[in-house]
């Protein structure tokens, strides 16, 4: 089974930047695409950024031009380079990976997610 992995949640203040990343396990036979998404409280999950295997990008408007996702196929990693954080930007960030097996079945994961908190 596929598991995910977040990293580099943590506190930051109005302006900062952050790095997040994400770690995959196991073997995906196929990747449709990888992302991120985000839950704020009291907020539905929202999608943030996200990156297929040919690099085609995809981010929320709320993030374009702050946000940049990028991945490295070779070792099913996804990460999520934030900056000028806002304090908006608040949430539990969650990796996605959506991807197929050997025969073609469609598979979704997700990571347990990641908090950032930005300070105003």
């Known amino acids: 089974q596929v598991q995910l992995v977040e990293s580099g949640g943590g506190l930051v203040q109005a302006g900062g930047s952050l790095r997040l990343s994400c770690a995959a396990s196991?073997?995906?036979?196929?990747?449709?695409?990888m992302g991120w998404y985000r839950q704020a409280p009291g907020k539905q999950r929202e999608l943030v950024a996200t990156?297929?295997?040919?690099?085609?990008?995809n981010y929320a408007d709320s993030v374009k031009g702050r946000f940049s996702v990028s991945r490295d196929n070779a070792k099913n990693t996804v990460s999520l380079q934030m900056n000028s954080l806002k304090p908006e930007d608040t949430a539990v960030y969650y990796c996605?990976?959506?991807?197929?097996?050997?025969?073609?079945?469609?598979?979704?994961?997700w990571g347990q997610g990641t908090l950032v908190t930005v300070s105003s």
């Open positions: 196991g073997i995906m036979w196929s990747i449709n695409a």
């Open positions: 996605n990976a959506q991807y197929q097996d050997r025969t073609r079945r469609i598979f979704e994961v």
């Open positions: 990156i297929t295997s040919g690099a085609s990008t």
